[in-house]
């Protein structure tokens, strides 16, 4: 039996009627930008997310770009982030031409180190994006102690503040403290990549905020800056959600809850049938493989609310061992990241050197993620366990 990382066909026979009835809707209206299936989803994620306001935009890409648009951060400012995420997080960063600055992660929950960015932050730190990475949320409240305590600061030299965008593309509807994702910062920013828990038919993504004013900038600039049209008081992009995309979300919206559930039975299940497998487990912690007393194999540690499981992501000491075991096992398995970004051609130039966040360089060589999709069945389930037993048994001898 072969069992991907992610089966969406299956997930599509399940609601195939809702979203073919949906898309023939927007084909009837042949309203295919903006309009109608865009607002009512905005409503519905601002709605889910616990957020006063949302804009629909192209990707969890640009989503992350025009919220640092809209501040004005370009040339000059400093972007603190994680150096432990997709690619995109840095990528907007650099491109408004502000200067990214990572900061190591915590290699509990693998999300940034709220402990290590004060030491990060200078006069030109204009923002702070944290990830929520796999589905869990960041630890956000010294997150937001900081912002606000420099914030005041800088109110009282007539400085330009720092602002919180939290990088939730995949983390919709994750917890932390009770506040969901996107709800706590600035803005949100949100993704409906195909393989998120919220899954468009193409790309897609949103941005949420709690301001009016910050709102309304969000949808002027999504669409170049103009209002009215064809004047320009900014210079925006086209950064708009197509209908289409709009109409397939907001059926699949009223799923997500049932599936983040399933996603979470089966991480408790992985979790179970590791703790029965006679290997040595631990929970995502520093991990000194040289040790007498070190794992086999490091589970995931779900230290917030509510982990919605985008990944399941076990780390193990001989990583690219086990990939290569389970692919020839037919067990779909990816890594998420093989390269710390500070370690990547593109960003040689900000001057990083191996060593520099080990938390995060260890990570990119440890980690893999396994199958966790809603759809898969106990059988699938026990067999993925049985093969990654099956490895690191072999390994230990
Ligand atoms: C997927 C992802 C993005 C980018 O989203 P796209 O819709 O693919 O542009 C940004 N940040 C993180 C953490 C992501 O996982």
Not at 24 to 42: H, M, R, T, W
Not at 196 to 223: H, P, W, Y
Request: hydrophobic fraction near 40%; aromatic fraction near 10%; include cysteine.
């Amino acid at each position: 039996m072969n069992i991907p990382l992610l089966d969406l066909k299956a997930q599509y026979a399940t609601i195939k009627d809702e979203i073919d009835a949906a898309v023939a809707d927007v084909f009837a209206s042949q309203y295919f930008i903006n309009g109608p299936k865009v607002a009512e989803l905005e409503k519905a994620v601002a709605a889910y997310s616990q957020c006063a306001h949302a804009c629909g935009v192209s990707s969890g890409s640009d989503a992350l770009l025009i919220a640092l648009m809209v501040e004005g951060i370009g040339a000059g400012d400093e972007v603190i982030t994680t150096p432990y995420t997709f690619f995109a997080t840095a990528g907007a960063i650099a491109r408004v031409g502000a200067t990214p600055v990572f900061v190591d992660i915590d290699p509990v929950t693998y999300n940034i180190d709220p402990e290590k960015i004060p030491a990060a932050i200078t006069d030109r730190t204009r923002a702070i994006i944290p990830v929520h990475l796999y589905g869990q949320m960041a630890d956000m409240t010294p997150i937001l102690d900081l912002v606000k305590s420099v914030n005041l600061q800088r109110e009282t030299k007539n400085k330009k503040p720092i602002h919180l965008i939290e990088d939730a593309a995949q983390a919709i509807g994750a917890e932390y403290k009770g506040h969901r994702a996107g709800s706590l910062g600035d803005y949100g920013c949100f993704s409906f990549f195909p393989s998120k828990n919220l899954g468009g038919a193409g790309d897609g993504g949103m941005v949420t905020c709690q301001d009016k004013d910050k709102a309304e900038k969000l949808q002027i600039f999504r669409s170049h800056g103009s209002r009215p049209k064809y004047f320009h008081k900014w210079i925006g992009g086209n950064f708009r959600l197509d209908a289409l995309q709009a109409a397939v979300l907001r059926v699949k919206l009223n799923h997500l809850d049932a599936w983040t559930a399933k996603r979470q039975h089966n991480a408790a299940r992985y979790n179970r049938l590791f703790a029965a497998s006679g290997l040595e487990i631990a929970f995502t912690a520093d991990v000194d493989w040289a040790s007498y007393d070190r794992p086999q194999v490091v589970l995931p540690s779900a230290v917030q609310d509510r982990h919605i499981y985008n990944q399941y992501v076990i780390r193990v000491q001989n990583r690219d061992g086990l990939r290569a075991f389970l692919k020839d096992n037919g067990i779909g398995n990816e890594v998420y990241y093989p390269v710390s970004l500070h370690m990547q051609e593109c960003f040689s130039y900000l001057g990083y050197g191996e060593g520099d966040l080990p938390q995060s360089e260890q990570a990119a060589q440890e980690t893999v993620a396994l199958p966790v999709y809603p759809e898969l069945n106990d059988a699938m389930a026990e067999q993925v366990i049985e093969k990654v037993k099956a490895f690191l048994v072999e390994q230990k001898i």
